[in-house]
Each structure stands twice: as C-alpha cells, then as structure tokens.
C-alpha cells in the first residue's frame, strides 16, 4: 500500500474515533488523608495525591483549608514541569541556601516562571496569592497574552502587570472564580484550590475507551484514549523504518451515544501498511515541534455544546507523552451526545481495509486565505479508488480539485466542509455522513497562509517534508488558545 492509501488510512480512523469520544463518569478516587472526606476538593485531592505531586504531612492530614507559600508553590510547579536548571539565588538576602525548598525556587527562577519583589527580596515563605500563582502557570505553560482580557467582576483589583496573565490562565478554565463571579486575586491560595488546579491537568479515568498501538520496526507509539475523555500519546526517540507501519486497535466500550457497535466492542483489530517509503527516520528528530511542545488550550464547540481540553507534552521515559484533558467530564459528555445526537452518521465501521472513498461534491479545506475546492464547473463527487497506484490516484483527486485564493478569509483560520454522502467504503461497511460537517478553527498566534501549497506542491514520499508541516501547525497553536467550532446539520 503506497503512501497515499496510508493518508486515507489515517485520515479515516480520525474522523471515526474523533466523532466517537466516550460518555462515562469519572472514578471516585477515594482520599486516605485523615482530614479531607467530605472536603469540597476531595476528589481533586485524592487525585493529585495518587500521581505523587503533591503529599500530605507525617501526621496524616492533608490540611486542605491552609495557605501555601511561594516556595511550596514553587516545588509544585517545578516538579509538575519536570524543571532542572538552578539559578543562582545568592542576591536574594531572605532565601535559605540550604532551605529543603530553595532548589524548587531556583528551578522557577531559572525557568523565568518566579521573580523577587525586588533585587535582593523573594519572599520565599510569603503565603502566595491566587493572582501570583495564576501568574506563575501561566509562565510555566509560556501562554501567550495578546488579545486576552480577565472576565471576574473583580478584574480591575487584579495587579496591573499580571492582568493580562490572570487572563490567560483563566482561559484555559485551570482557574475559576467564585459563585459571585469574583477572582479575589489577592486572596491567599489554599492547598486545596491548588489541587484543584492541578487536578485540571490529569486524566482521571476508570478504565480504557480505546486503546491504539502503532509501530515502525521497533520503535512503539502508543495512543491511549481514556473514558474520562483524556487522550495519552505516546511519541518515542530512537531510529525508526519507515518502509511498513503496523498498528492495532482495540475498541472497550462506549455506552449511550445512540448507534449499535455492540459487534466491535472487545476486537482487536491489526495490519500492517507498507508505505513504500524506504528510509530510516527519528521520530524527535522529524517532530521536534512536538517533544518541546509545551501548552496550548482547544474550546470545542458541538452544534453550541462547549468543552475546554487543555493539551500538553511532558518528557517520559524513551519518549515524550502528550495529554489531552477536559477541563470538565461533563461538559466533554454533553459535548460529545450532542454530536451523536445529530444523526450525522449513517454506519461507522472502525476497519481500515477500505477499497474506495468518496468525497461529496462542495466539500472544502481553507488554510488561510487559500482554498481547495471541487474546480470549476465540476459538479460530480470525487470517488477514489484506494487499490490504485498513487499516480492513479494523485490524478483523479487533481483532476475534480483546484487550489484557489479567498482573500477574504483570515489568516490564522482554517475551515474544513464535509458535504453529506461522503464515504469511505471497508469491507465491513461503509462509514457515511448523513449531515455536512462544518469544521472551524482560529485563535493561533501564527498565520497559516501558505500551508496548502506547500502540501498540495510537495512529493508525499518525503517525510521530512510532512512532518515539516506538522511542525508549522504544532508552533502555531503552541500557547495558544485555539477556538474550534464544528456544525452539523
């Protein structure tokens, strides 16, 4: 199977297993702190406790209800970032050199997330305030600040120079206010609202949705897909092949979304794809975009149901792993009936041994301000035989699409159309919508104009310059928050 039918390949178990998130609740996580049940962060608490972020004290207690220092703060914040780098803190004449917790302030203060009050003044055992912390992950997550405002009621009793930090961190909903619509930014943090912030940034499952495997040679990648909504991939380092991929899935439950698949749940599907590409590659090296990606938010929108995910990556061992997490459980459900509610779907088949594909006519990417589009004068669907040779195929898709500008459009946004009655045909059946699909994305800080030509222009064979386009996309969401609307209807 050459590279084109690979493409497909992917491209159709992503838009299968996108549109089938799972519709669970989370697990209770039960505390063992002596002094946390019944604690309105007990949950978060337990939580954060079990991934050995944060602890409790010799005696047991958790002490949800305390205040935390900037130092304690520091160490949470540096060990959740995996920080190593020490600065040098001698010009601050109120720092312990041989404090436990001064390495931990040393670490932020070298990763620019931690400053002094002045130049000899850091206050290390001052409790911290919820402003100075939201401005401290902020740092950390390096989000960016332009065009973003606080929405609190209190937004103007925040520190000027931390406004528009406060506000970027509260757009990715890993802080709230209060009931009354308040921030209070000069309140103290409590150890339990830090858990629950942190909390924000864990899968918390009680069990696999789907789970993927993928491999070239030897190299492993591995997508786990948790019934929380979490998504977990894992992306290797080494030396890879890249002539074959092999790769299995396995489907465990999906319980009230509206469509039969009881006949899939508990098989493993496998194959193997050769993608006729006969080189060694490095996963780091190829997608270095992607292992020092750090922070970048997607509000998802389903016909006006909203979900918050926040997306991160963080060094594992042989790899790098990075986490897709919504900020709410029952937001992501209401988000994802919705969309099964729809009705968009004709019949889902998660087998990729498909033989043909059919694109409606109407359907459309827009990168940009470039476009493309059925050509002019063209009114019939785009069928594709996917047992063609890649020439074949690269002919029939140029010969019904054309590339085009629409100056109208903006350049850091992106549009995707599926028109109703488009399919992949498998052997099993045939996925096939039953409603257009309109995919909207904006709010990265980068413009995308360009990318379509550069894909539509460049030889598929050639990895470097895929994963090249990989990468533009991943730096520009990178800090970002990025707004994505999808429409059915």
């Not at 992917?10 to 996108?18: G, I, K, R, S």
């Not at 990729?352 to 004068?377: H, M, P, R, W």
Request: hydrophobic share 45%; charged share 20%; with cysteine.
């Amino acid at each position: 199977m050459k590279a084109k039918k690979l493409l497909c390949a992917m491209l159709c178990l992503v838009m299968v297993f996108a549109l089938a998130v799972p519709a669970f609740a989370a697990k209770a996580t039960t505390s063992t702190f002596t002094d946390t049940k019944g604690s309105w962060a007990e949950h978060e608490i337990a939580l954060v406790a079990d991934a050995g972020i944060v602890g409790g004290y010799p005696d047991g207690t958790f002490r949800p209800n305390a205040n935390i220092t900037r130092e304690a703060f520091a160490k949470v914040v540096a060990n959740f970032m995996g920080f190593t780098e020490e600065a040098d803190l001698s010009q601050y004449t109120d720092v312990n050199p041989g404090g436990a917790l001064t390495p931990y302030v040393a670490r932020c203060v070298a990763a620019g997330v931690m400053g002094g009050f002045s130049d000899t003044r850091m206050a290390p055992k001052n409790n911290i305030t919820r402003e100075q912390a939201a401005a401290m992950l902020r740092r950390a997550f390096q989000l960016k600040t332009a065009g973003q405002k606080a929405n609190f009621t209190d937004a103007a009793s925040i520190a000027e120079k931390l406004q528009p930090e406060v506000a970027a961190l509260e757009a990715t909903g890993l802080i709230t206010g209060y009931a009354d619509g308040t921030f209070r930014p000069k309140a103290n943090l409590t150890r339990a609202q830090m858990m629950v912030i942190i909390s924000r940034l864990l899968p918390d499952n009680d069990g696999y949705f789907m789970t993927m495997s993928a491999s070239a040679g030897d190299i492993p990648m591995n997508c786990e897909m948790l019934n929380d909504y979490s998504t977990l991939i894992f992306l290797p380092t080494g030396t890879a092949d890249a002539s074959s991929v092999s790769f299995k899935a396995k489907l465990y439950e999906v319980p009230g979304i509206g469509i039969d698949i009881s006949s899939m749940l508990g098989q493993e599907i496998s194959d193997t794809i050769e993608t006729g590409v006969d080189e060694k590659f490095e996963p780091q090296a190829l997608f270095p975009a992607a292992y020092d990606f750090n922070f970048a938010t997607a509000k998802i929108s389903v016909n006006g149901a909203a979900c918050t995910f926040n997306m991160y990556g963080k060094q594992a061992e042989g790899g790098i792993n990075l986490t897709l997490t919504p900020v709410k459980t029952a937001d992501a459900e209401k988000m994802t009936r919705t969309a099964m509610n729809s009705g968009f779907i004709d019949l889902v088949s998660i087998f990729l041994k498909g033989n043909s594909a059919t694109l409606a006519n109407g359907s459309y990417i827009q990168v940009g301000t470039e476009k493309i589009g059925f050509a002019q004068g063209n009114k019939k669907d785009l069928k594709i035989d996917l047992t063609a040779d890649e020439a074949t195929i690269t002919e029939t898709v140029m010969n019904a699409l054309e590339l085009y500008k629409d100056v109208k459009n903006d350049g850091n946004q992106a549009t995707i159309f599926i028109a109703k009655g488009s399919s992949i045909a498998t052997e099993e059946g045939t996925f096939k919508l039953a409603k257009n699909v309109t995919i909207t994305l904006n709010g990265a800080s980068e413009s995308f104009d360009g990318i379509l030509s550069k894909l539509v222009e460049m030889d598929t064979t050639n990895i470097e310059m895929l994963t090249g386009l990989a990468n533009e996309i991943i730096s520009a969401i990178e800090g970002n928050v990025v707004n994505v609307v999808i429409t059915i209807k």
